[in-house]
């Protein structure tokens, strides 16, 4: 975490810092984390100075952009009040397509604009940093993300039927770049809802029980009936991710989520097995990709961190016995888990490309990885 502060420009503070959304997330998380195990209060400052950077890097128009100031729109002043209000960019190494450009598959991936699965997680990070800080401004970001996510991403078919959702926005959220919906952006965008509205029940100035409601009730109809197994590691890990939150909303909550957390529980099981069939921890580095396998690594952490949960809280599960079924058949892959991390901490597996195009997102969801506490908690 050191390396990557030193290498994004967090520490020293760099003139142009190097911010991306997705790995920001997952570093705020893990500096938590270091400040919770050592009581060193640098890593929360780290925790803190990363977030002020990632709102005024990728809360604002880039500096290739004619667009100046906050991408929100609002002034200076308004825009240090309410700095998620107008979502955050990804961080990408190019500007998003104008109007007139023609879409193009492979230089999308390059180009600046919004993802909302992006977003969630820096939902996630922010609401984090509101409970082991105590402070309430955090969450109060965390929502208003959610609200201007919500409505910016979500629309509905001009052929009727159910809203959906777009994968990725422009960087001012007025249009979408990529109209497909992402498989688990619903199911995401569900459960972090879920995560703030337990949230806000126990942060002082945040009393509000029926918080996102409106937010939470399309979400779940945008979920039924998605396809969620998949055979992407980092995909399967985010689903035992998100079942290690569901649990700890239905825990002491009374939520009636029971079903939603069987139906995630039998993906992840699905796309387990795939991983094992595919073979991958047996190829050499340079045919593997570092952040998908370490996904699935933290999501094993998730499953057993679950499974420890169900057996102190059975009374909190109307089926406790199928729901810890099926949380220990995950469980089980657990070793699978340090077979990952072990190849990747292994310097000459971080030589080949495949690690050193992807090095911070590599260096940060490995050390996610190895100290998943707060990203595990809500």
């Known amino acids: 975490m050191l390396d990557f502060a030193l290498t994004t420009g967090l520490e020293p503070n760099g003139e142009l810092p190097k911010r991306y959304l997705w790995t920001d997330a997952f570093a705020v998380c893990n500096f938590l984390s270091l400040y919770h195990k050592t009581d060193n209060p640098e890593w929360m400052d780290r925790a803190l100075r990363l977030i002020h950077q990632v709102h005024h890097v990728l809360g604002k128009h880039r500096s290739d952009d004619p667009r100046t100031g906050w991408i929100s729109g609002l002034s200076a002043e308004g825009g240090e009040i309410h700095p998620t209000i107008g979502g955050l960019r990804i961080g990408k190494r190019l500007n998003e397509r104008n109007f007139h450009e023609p879409y193009d598959e492979r230089l999308e991936w390059d180009q600046d604009g919004q993802y909302f699965h992006y977003l ?27 609200g201007a996510a919500h409505a910016r991403f979500t629309y509905s078919p001009v052929s009727g ?14 249009r979408p770049l990529v109209p497909s919906m992402g498989q688990h952006d619903p199911l995401d965008g569900y459960v972090t809802y879920r995560e703030l509205q337990t949230a806000s ?40 991710i998100d079942a290690a939150r569901i649990g700890q909303i ?34 050499p580095a340079g ?34 016995g199928v ?31 495949a690690w050193t195009e992807h090095r911070e997102i590599n260096l940060v969801m490995l050390a996610t990885s190895l100290l998943p506490d707060e990203f595990l908690r809500i």
């Open 201 to 240: 029940g126990g942060c002082p100035g945040q009393q509000q029980p029926s918080l996102l409601a409106f937010e939470i009730a399309e979400m779940a109809d945008i979920c039924r009936g998605t396809y969620l197994p998949t055979a992407d590691p980092l995909g399967t890990g985010g689903l035992m």
């Open 287 to 320: 045919y593997r990709l570092a952040f998908r396998e370490l996904g699935l690594a933290i999501g094993l952490k998730g499953a057993a961190m679950l499974a420890g949960l169900i057996r102190e809280n059975p009374g909190d599960f109307a089926a406790a």
């Open 250 to 283: 239905i825990i002491g909550n009374g939520c009636t989520l029971e079903n939603l957390l069987l139906s995630v529980l039998d993906a992840a099981i699905l796309g387990i097995g795939e991983f094992e069939k595919s073979r991958t921890v047996q190829q």
């Open 323 to 353: 729901v810890e079924q099926k949380v220990d058949r995950l469980a089980g892959y657990l070793p699978l888990a340090g077979t990952i991390e072990r190849f990747w901490m292994d310097e000459r597996n971080q030589e080949p490309p």
């Open 161 to 174: 039927g159910k809203k959906r959702m777009y994968w990725k926005m422009s960087i001012d959220l007025s």
């Open 120 to 146: 969630t997680r820096w939902m996630h990070a922010l609401a984090c940093t509101s409970r082991v800080t105590g402070y309430p401004k955090f969450l109060r970001w965390a929502v208003e993300l959610a």
